[in-house]
Every structure is written in C-alpha cells, then in structure tokens.
C-alpha cells in the first residue's frame, strides 16, 4: 500500500513530526510505501473557491499542489499529521486540505484509507474534541476508511514526547496497516 503522510506542523522536530516518524517506520516495515508531504513547508496558496476545477480538477492555481496532487491521488492512504493549534489542525495543513477542492471527486471514489496522527500540551479529556469530530467528518465526507488515530496528550516539547507512550502507538498503527 502507498501511504501519504500529509504534515502540517512548521516545527520539522517537533512532536508531531516525531509521531509520524514512528508511524512511517512502522509502515515501511510492515511493507509499505511511505511519503512524506510537508504541507508546512510548501508553497500552497488557499482554495479561492471560483469552482474552475469543478471539483475534479485541475486547479487553476500553479503552486506545489501541481507536485502534491498526483502523490495524494496516486496514495491508498493518506495520514494526516498536525500540532493541535486553538484545538484545530495547523492552519499549514488546513490549507492543504481545502485545496482537496480540485480531487474532490477522484478522492471520493477512490475510497481511500485515512489515520489522524496530533500532539498537544494539553492534556485535558477534552483536548482533541473538535479536532476529532473535523477528522470525522472528512472522513465521512471523503469516504475514507478509518485506520485509527494517534492523539499524544501533553506532547508540548519533543522531549514530552519522546517520554510518553505516543511514539510507540504511532509506530504500533503503522505497524499494524495491511
């Protein structure tokens, strides 16, 4: 299987990118093609909503999603991977994910595989709540088919969560992927 793990933290040592390390030697020892795709890192403009692509591209913006695009729609699975900001997705992966405007419809075909992978300082019950109920929602709005989530409470720094038990769970989903 081709995974494509979409990371949207600004961070390129922090937590987050430590639990989808974890996650993708999980995977690539299980078997599995592993990309990483930095949505942080890349020069994507945000969704305009004229509509052009008619939902099924292409975009009439020419930035990295030209790069991006074929390797999500070329994936099984796509990982989403994000610090917890405000209770929410980084705004790097949100911008990503509203320029799924364009493969809309390739994407919902496709049927693909999806795993929710955040870290947070919080370590309330509630933490991940809102975070949780968006991925949800894609989820059934792109139908995807669940693979699990990893949400590391109290990940503040990289050395809270080397400590915790979130890395081995990353590695433990990967792991388990068939």
Known sequence: MKI????????RQGSSHMLAEEFAKGAGEAGHEVISISA??????????????????????KDDMER??????????????????????SAQLKILLDRFCAINGSIQR???K??????AW????????A?????????????FQDQGMVLGKGC????????SKYPKTAYKLGKSLN
């Not at 942080?40 to 913006?61: E, F, L, M």
């Not at 699975?77 to 994000?82: E, K, P, S």
């Not at 919080?122 to 709540?129: Q, R, V």
Request: proline fraction near 7%; aromatic fraction near 10%; charge should be neutral.
């Open 156 to 163: 503040g720094t990289p050395s809270m969560t080397a400590g």
């Open 122 to 129: 919080n370590s309330d019950a509630w933490t991940f709540d």
């Open 110 to 112: 496709k049927k693909m």
């Open 4 to 11: 494509a793990v979409l990371e949207g933290s600004p961070n």
């Open 40 to 61: 942080a890192h890349s020069k994507i403009s945000p969704c305009t909503g004229c509509v052009s692509c008619g939902y099924d591209g292409p975009c009439v913006q």
């Open 114 to 119: 999806s795993a929710l992978i955040s870290a």
């Open 131 to 143: 975070l949780k109920a968006h991925y949800h929602t894609l989820v059934k709005y792109l139908n």
């Open 68 to 89: 991006i695009r074929p390797e999500i729609l070329g994936a099984d699975m796509l990982v989403f991977v994000t610090p917890l900001y405000y209770y929410g997705m």
